[in-house]
């Protein structure tokens, strides 16, 4: 059984174009970082439980300089906590 938040079995499973196309689709000011409003929207489309909760876990597992926001440099390792997120299992 899948663990509380990850995404429904009813949609189709999520690759690493997939996410980055979610994240840059999310990128809503265009400066080529996802703020936590914008991670969110994320987090919310991908059907997350607890999306402000999961935005915050990423931040805190993914925002190396501690700016509060994702940048160019951080994606790789954003769009690789997503993936592992995203297949967590029990």
């Not at 999520?14 to 265009?30: H, Q, S, W």
């Not at 990423?58 to 297949?87: F, H, P, Q, R």
């Amino acid at each position: 059984m899948p663990v509380h938040g990850t995404i429904p079995i009813s949609k189709p499973p999520l690759n690493e174009k997939t996410v980055r196309e979610l994240l840059k689709k999310a990128d809503i000011n265009g400066d080529g970082n996802l703020s936590k409003k914008e991670l969110k929207k994320v987090f919310e489309e991908m059907g997350s439980n607890w999306p402000k909760h999961r935005t915050w876990l990423c931040m805190l597992n993914t925002d190396s300089d501690g700016d509060g926001e994702i940048s160019a440099s951080e994606m790789n390792k954003l769009v690789a906590y997503i993936m592992k997120w995203a297949y967590a299992k029990c």
